[in-house]
């Protein structure tokens, strides 16, 4: 656990830790039969709650399973109006093989961050709520033959953490393509506050962790699952084998290399955030709806939730490359993302020619047995790819969609762009 975050902060946040005293077979049995289950909080506080759908179950993310299944308090107090009976909750379970940080413990350092100044509180619309965490007790899980065939992908990874939290919609629940715009930028900007403030790198931005929640008639993007996230102070420490995180169609190329090393960096999560755009706008006819049977003759998207790390590190290499015939895939209800698209693109590719370039000089220095003087190697910054890639830049290309001003909540990125219309008018 992190040790800057101070006790009294803690203290103060109304997140509890429930004591499930199940095993997991059991959990699933209920689920399956669309039971109740019923615990307690650690404060004492009794609660049940009532299974309905499995909504959604991924096996995809490296190392670890999720399902989300839709609950409903069935606690004895909600006939007095209980705090969690208006509330519209999932269940999230996921299946790790190894024990890590747990999300709430992230939730909880930014919630009282953003909690302290009136100029972070925009960024709780874009972050999940999460209303109680839970380990499972896994003690009397002898297997049972017909629970293990149903989910038998999941079983195998014995740690089983749970939270119930607020249900969010997924990206195709949205109706515009100015709305799916509005998201994407939205958790550029919140997920660049949890960097700059809390100082937390997400790590996993994947379609399926974009949500969207519907508040007071708008519509907010929400960064959702901050399990695989890492504390900044951690990303040098952690062993090379936990630096590759995230879900194989959005991870950054770099990372699905053979020979990397890590560590995880900002802009990774950047070139995430591009692959999904990438992926959505191909993948989609509008936000609702999947295009039948999508083909790409050169970089076979379609594919790209079935390809290994190798096929995928080549076909993203092929995008990045300088002299890349690269067009983007956007199906015609997404034409406006073209834009995006190629000014991102165009930045990475920009970013990693100077990085291939800086590598060589570098190489060229040391067969030489010196040290580069060069100034570009010198002052080059591999977490900008030498300034190519930054939040600014993003902000920059993502604050307008199809010539209309979207909603910037950040303060940092409305500095950015004031000084750019200081810029121009000084032209
Ligand atoms: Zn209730």
Redesign the pocket.
């Known amino acids: 656990m992190k040790n800057n975050k101070s006790p009294e902060k803690a203290a103060t946040l109304p997140l509890h830790t429930a004591d499930i005293q199940h095993s997991l077979i059991q959990l699933f049995e209920l689920i399956h039969r669309s039971h109740t289950l019923s615990f307690s909080n650690e404060d004492g506080v009794e609660?049940?709650v009532h299974f309905g759908r499995v909504i959604f179950r991924s096996h995809n993310t490296i190392g670890r399973g999720t399902m989300v299944i839709e609950v409903q308090?069935?606690?004895?107090?909600?006939g007095n109006g209980?705090?969690?009976?208006e509330k519209n909750l999932v269940m999230k379970l996921r299946f790790t093989s190894k024990t890590r940080a747990s999300e709430l413990n992230f939730l909880e350092e930014m919630e009282a961050i953003a909690k302290e100044h009136s100029m972070h509180r925009w960024v709780l619309n874009h972050l999940p709520k999460i209303y109680c965490s839970f380990y499972l007790h896994l003690r009397d899980d002898s297997p049972q033959p017909n629970l293990e065939r149903q989910f038998r992908d999941v079983y195998e990874m014995r740690v089983v953490r749970g939270t119930i939290q607020e249900r969010l919609e997924p990206l195709t629940s949205l109706e515009t393509a100015k709305e799916c715009a509005q998201v994407f930028y939205d958790v550029l900007q919140c997920h660049h506050w949890v960097w700059q403030h809390p100082k937390i790198l997400h790590r996993d931005i994947s379609q399926g962790n974009i949500m969207v929640r519907v508040k007071d008639g708008r519509k907010y993007g929400v960064l959702n699952d901050w399990d695989l996230a890492s504390w900044a102070d951690d990303l040098q420490k952690v062993a090379t084998s936990r630096y590759r995180t995230g879900t194989r169609p959005s991870m950054a190329h770099e990372q699905q290399a053979h020979r990397w090393e890590g560590p995880h960096q900002y802009r990774h999560d950047l070139e995430a955030l591009f692959y999904v755009m990438v992926l959505f706008t191909f993948l989609y006819s509008k936000p609702g709806k999947a295009v039948s049977k999508p083909v790409d003759e050169q970089f076979h998207y379609e594919k790209w939730h079935q390809f290994d790390d190798g096929t995928l590190y080549s076909k993203k290499c092929m995008i990045m490359a300088l002299n890349s015939p690269w067009e983007p895939p956007v199906t015609s209800f997404f034409i406006h993302f073209s834009d995006w698209l190629y000014d991102i693109k165009g930045c990475f590719c920009w970013g990693f020619n100077e990085q291939g370039i800086v590598m060589q000089t570098k190489r060229d220095a040391e067969q030489r047995g010196i040290q580069s003087r060069t100034q570009n190697v010198l002052s080059y910054k591999d977490d900008e790819l030498g300034g190519h890639i930054t939040y600014k830049k993003m902000v920059q290309i993502m604050h307008r969609f199809n010539e209309q001003e979207l909603h910037t909540y950040d303060g940092e990125a409305e500095q950015y762009l004031e000084s750019q219309e200081i810029d121009s008018e000084s032209d």
């Open positions: 609660r049940a308090c069935a606690c004895r107090s909600c209980c705090d969690w009976k």
